[in-house]
Structure formats: structure tokens, C-alpha cells
């Protein structure tokens, strides 16, 4: 594995809604992956000019922490444009992170996915609710962390949603949720679905409860038919998407048991912390007992064996050597 060197390129300024975590992400993303074996470290990127040192670097995987540097340039499309070899999805899986872009492609596809108009302040509430039903959702249409998610049960809370610009308006789907998280690509992908199980009185995962209340949140999903279709709704929704080597995908189920993929999360959370971790380990630790360090690894391994340049190397060999490799009873926290 000494072939592979996997650097973390980071913007100087974290952004909460654009990227997989904060420092602390960051740092145990490398940390685990220098547990594995995997030559890595975490740099600086201050602008564009400074990604050029990563052209022409065999063995080099670039692991970009964020789509953008700034609000001005982009960190993935210098990177591709070279052929730079990325962990994670290009600019097209990306372009998921856009919900009317994903949602187009995946009602095309006949991935189910609620019903849906793409919203400006000009438009007359009572139309979308003539096509739509009530309740609605409201939400930005390259949102995260539900910023801006908004619950509309008549028309005037929908005439006052819908003042903000740049808007998605959904059909009401939630009678459960699953996030369905997801690594490898093509044939090879796993998926760890968890159900997000809120208090009766809490009608939607909210900006809080990411916030403040992930692991009290998040439970098993249970092992039938429904989430077996929810998981194959995600993975059919990874594949049209072009969502490579790891991403979290929201799926609503309703009354009917149908399910509804409403969002797909191409660079998903890694934050490692038990307090307040990120859904995408902690879904792999609750379904299958795979510690944070394995995750990591088998991204890398996803990455590496999809760039077809790194045949040596093989994702959580070196963690086996350690005897780092998970058993049912180690959980999410064994140590590494
Ligand atoms: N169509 C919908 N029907 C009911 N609840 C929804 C719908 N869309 C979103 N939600 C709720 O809002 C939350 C955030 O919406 P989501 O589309 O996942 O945006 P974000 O990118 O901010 O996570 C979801 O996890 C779910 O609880
Ligand atoms: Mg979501």
C-alpha cells in the first residue's frame, strides 16, 4: 500500500454546508486512514493555483474535503479537468447536491421520488397546492442539514415559505425515514440503512435534531421487505446519479409502505465523535458494527480500485494484519 498517497485537500474556511465535516472530521478522517496502513495527510488549499502540485502525481488519490474553495472557485473541477484521481464523486454525482438536478434524473429513471415543483416568489400558492396536496414541504433546492426545510399545512404558512428564492416545493411524504448509507460502487456497494424515529410530535428531521440529537435519533431499520426496497430505491439512485465510492441517501416511506427518495448526499458527514457523530458512520456502526476506521478505509479502497491504477492495493488488508478488522461484538467504538 506504500504505492498510494491519499491527501485531504481542505479550503481555509470549513463550510458546514459544503464539505464532510469540520476539523475534527478532517483529522480523524486521516487519522483512520494512517491506522489502516494508507500513506495520508491533510492539506491547505488557499486557491487554485495551489491544486496544480497535485497534477501528474502517480499514486496520488486526492480525497477533496469540500465541492468548493470559495464561493467563486470550484476545488473539484480544476482537479477533474486534469485527471486528477478523486475520492468521492466528480462534478456529476455532485450536481445530486442540486435536488431539482437529482430529482429530474431520478423521477426520469422512475426511481421513486415525491412529486415536486421547482418554486419562485411569482408563483400562485393555491396552483401548487391544486397539484400538490397539503401539507407541503418546502425547502432550498441545493440545501443541507435541513436549513430552510419548512412544513407548509395551508396556504397562508405556504405563501409566507415562499418568499425566499431558489425553492423546491414537495409533496408531503413522511409517514417513516430511513437514511441509507452507502459505500463502494457498482455491484459492489454496501448499504447500512438506519430509521430516523422522532418524538410524536416532531413531524420532520430538523435542523436541531442533526444538530444536537443524531445518536438518540437514529435506530436500526428493521430487516424487512420495506427497507430492502428502500435500499434497493438508493442504490438504483447512486447509480443513475453517478454518486461514486460513498454517499447517504434519505428515503421517506408512507402510509402504503412505498418508498420516496427525497435526497442524495454525495459528500456525506464523517464526523467520528460518539456524542455527535455524522449519520454515515454511525449508520455503518448501528447496522453492522464496522468501526469508523473501516469506513474510511473502504472508501479509500473504492476509490483506489475504481481509478484501476492501484491493483495492490486492497481496502482493510492492512487493518487485518493489525487485527483491526471488526466482529460483531467490537461494535462502533472498538479501539483501534
Ligand atoms: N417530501 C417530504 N415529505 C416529508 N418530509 C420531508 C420531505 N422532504 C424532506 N422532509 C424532511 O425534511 C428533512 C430534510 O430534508 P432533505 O430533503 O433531506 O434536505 P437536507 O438536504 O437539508 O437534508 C428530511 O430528512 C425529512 O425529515
Ligand atoms: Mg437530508
Not at 476539523?23 to 478522517?29: H, I, K, L, N, T
Not at 465541492?67 to 470550484?74: D, G, N, T
Not at 411569482?122 to 397546492?129: A, E, G, I
Request: proline share 7%.
Amino acid at each position: 500500500m506504500d504505492d498510494i498517497h491519499v491527501v485531504v485537500l481542505r479550503a481555509e474556511r470549513l463550510d458546514p454546508l459544503d464539505g464532510w465535516g469540520d476539523e475534527e472530521a478532517v483529522e480523524s478522517v486521516v487519522n483512520a486512514m494512517v491506522l489502516c496502513g494508507i500513506r495520508a495527510e491533510s492539506k491547505l488549499v488557499r486557491s487554485v493555483h495551489d491544486l496544480e502540485r497535485y497534477r501528474d502525481r502517480p499514486g496520488l488519490l486526492a480525497f477533496p474535503h469540500s465541492r468548493r474553495l470559495s464561493s467563486a472557485e470550484s476545488l473539484i473541477e480544476p482537479l477533474e479537468a486534469w485527471g486528477v484521481p478523486l475520492v468521492g464523486s466528480g462534478s456529476t454525482g455532485l450536481a445530486a447536491q442540486h435536488k431539482g438536478n437529482a430529482k429530474r434524473l431520478l423521477a426520469k429513471a422512475g426511481v421513486p421520488t415525491p412529486a415536486y415543483a421547482l418554486a419562485d416568489h411569482q408563483m400562485d400558492p393555491r396552483s401548487l397546492v391544486a397539484r400538490l396536496g397539503l401539507p407541503l414541504v418546502v425547502k432550498p433546492v441545493a440545501g443541507a442539514e435541513s436549513v430552510g426545510v419548512v412544513k407548509c399545512d395551508d396556504l397562508s404558512s405556504l405563501r409566507a415559505a415562499l418568499r425566499t428564492p431558489g425553492l423546491l416545493v414537495e409533496e408531503w411524504k413522511r409517514h417513516r425515514e430511513l437514511t441509507v448509507a452507502i459505500l463502494g460502487n457498482g455491484g459492489d456497494r454496501i448499504a447500512a440503512p438506519a430509521e430516523v424515529v422522532l418524538p410524536d410530535a416532531q413531524y420532520f428531521l430538523d435542523v436541531t435534531t442533526k444538530r444536537e440529537r443524531i445518536t438518540s435519533t437514529l435506530a436500526p431499520a428493521p430487516d424487512d421487505e420495506v427497507t430492502r426496497e428502500a435500499v434497493a430505491a438508493a442504490l438504483e439512485a447512486c447509480r443513475i446519479l453517478d454518486v461514486r465510492d460513498w454517499a447517504r441517501v434519505d428515503v421517506l416511506i408512507d402510509h402504503d409502505g412505498k418508498p420516496y427518495v427525497i435526497d442524495v448526499n454525495a459528500m456525506p458527514g464523517m464526523r467520528r465523535s460518539t456524542d455527535h457523530p455524522s449519520y454515515l458512520p454511525w449508520c455503518f456502526a448501528l447496522d453492522q458494527g464496522m468501526p469508523y476506521h473501516q469506513v474510511v478505509s473502504t472508501v479509500i479502497g473504492a476509490a483506489a480500485a475504481r481509478c484501476g491504477q492501484y491493483d495492490g492495493f486492497q481496502p482493510g488488508a492492512e487493518a487485518a494484519r493489525r487485527g483491526l478488522v471488526p466482529t460483531a461484538q467490537q461494535g462502533p467504538n472498538a479501539s483501534c
